[in-house]
């Protein structure tokens, strides 16, 4: 099995920046360097959010309405690694922030269901 860990997390102020990361370990990566993986976002009492997508080569990207121009997704050289960069954070971006992926291809990409594997989840916290 593939374990996720998500790294990055913290509080930062209404405005600022943070950088996201999902690390993949295990003995085959296979599906994580291979397919789709996305990140999510769950606030207290609220359903998990989509956030963003990428592509296993990082060549097409997708993201929810919500985050477009402020958050952007994308992949280091090794593929191993997934990170999300917030840029110009709001008080309503407040929420665990989970790394997900696909063990086999299924669409839509922006839904739960979609994903096989997650991470523990990092908690993001942005102030006013």
């Known amino acids: 099995q593939v374990q996720l860990v998500e790294s990055g997390g913290g509080l930062v102020q209404a405005g600022g920046s943070m950088r996201l990361s999902c690390a993949a370990s295990?003995?085959?990566?296979?599906?994580?360097?291979?397919?789709?993986v996305a990140w999510f976002r769950q606030a207290p009492g609220k359903e998990r959010e989509f956030v963003a997508a990428?592509?296993?080569?990082?060549?097409?990207?997708y993201d929810a309405g919500s985050v477009k121009g402020r958050f952007t997704i994308s992949r280091d050289n090794s593929k191993t690694t997934v990170y999300l960069q917030m840029n110009s954070l709001k008080p309503e971006d407040t929420a665990v922030y989970y790394c997900?992926?696909?063990?086999?291809?299924?669409?839509?990409?922006?839904?739960?269901?979609?994903?096989?594997?997650w991470g523990q989840g990092t908690q993001v916290t942005v102030s006013s």
């Open positions: 295990g003995r085959t990566l296979g599906t994580f360097i291979n397919y789709p």
């Open positions: 990428i592509s296993s080569h990082g060549i097409s990207t």
């Open positions: 997900a992926q696909q063990r086999i291809p299924r669409i839509p990409l922006s839904v739960p269901a979609s994903y096989d594997d």
